[in-house]
Nanobody, 125 residues
Framework: QAQLVESGGGLVQAGGSLKLSCAAS????????MGWFRQAPGKEREFVAG????????GYAESVKGRFAISRDNAKNTVHLQMNGLKPEDTAVYYC??????????????????WGQGTQVTVSS
């Protein structure tokens, strides 16, 4: 069983940056698809970024392309989400998730088996 713990959220002004981290245990992140999702109040959970096992392929939602970057630190078994150029519409609870062994990233939540507790990101205008 995997456990994921997110950190790095907070309050930032529009145009600012934050770096989220997701520390994993019970799974070696380099061997699994990893993803970041977010959920704003009253909205469904939506895909933000994903990374395939091995880190060779990444994918992003159109709304964050060019601003966000997903990365992996294998030595620390941690996945990061660097967020630049933040906008008020990026305000949400951000979740990391681990998918299937040896699989590619997916934008579909049901393709992920374990989820973290989430970290709040608030962007003020």
């Amino acid at each position: 069983q995997a456990q994921l713990v997110e950190s790095g959220g907070g309050l930032v002004q529009a145009g600012g940056s934050l770096k989220l981290s997701c520390a994993a245990s019970g799974r070696t992140v380099s061997s699994y698809a990893m993803g970041w999702f977010r959920q704003a109040p009253g909205k469904e959970r939506e895909f933000v970024a994903g990374m395939s096992w091995g880190g060779g392929r990444t994918g992003y939602a159109e709304s964050v392309k060019g601003r966000f970057a997903i990365s992996r630190d294998n030595a620390k078994n941690t996945v990061h989400l660097q967020m630049n150029g933040l906008k008020p519409e990026d305000t949400a609870v951000y979740y990391c998730a681990v998918g299937r062994y040896g699989s590619n990233w997916s934008s579909i939540p049901r393709d992920y088996d374990y989820w973290g507790q989430g970290t709040q990101v608030t962007v003020s205008s």
